[in-house]
């Protein structure tokens, strides 16, 4: 008899080893379930970081781009300004050198014309004189008769 009470102690244990089996299993399948949904959701969490990152790179560069398309508009214009600028004072200092050596050549031109007028006025006062000091030295040394 010893038989059938060993027959039921092997049961019992495989009742018990089959009963810790479907914990053990259930844990494993518990486990990699969530490993499993773990690593759906980080594969998830990866793409969406990465395509925030693309969107982020492609705005930066979008922002960089329009800054820099700003700046060269800005430096064309400054070089616009600048050679204008550079151009106005050109033109300005030939118009004052043409102003002056036009009015260097009428200031001459007056000057040339008042020293006529000075000598038509004058004329007839040196006429006299010579006529009335005619033959006459003012020098007293010569009338002394050296």
Known sequence: MALPQQLAIAERRLHREQARARVVEKEVLRRRKIKSETSA??????LRLREEAEREA???????????VERSRRLEAEEGLFIDDCA??????????????????RRRDLRARLKQQEAE??????DAWVRSHDGRSENQALLRGW
Do not use: C, Y
Not at 58 to 67: A, D, F, K, P, T
Not at 91 to 100: G, I, K, P, V
């Open 88 to 105: 106005v004072w050109r033109a300005n200092t030939e118009l004052r050198r043409t102003n002056e050596a036009e009015d260097k050549n």
């Open 41 to 46: 959701f980080m594969h998830a969490n990866n």
């Open 58 to 68: 492609r705005i930066l560069g979008e922002s960089n781009r329009s800054i820099a």
């Open 121 to 126: 006025r004058l004329q007839p006062f040196i």
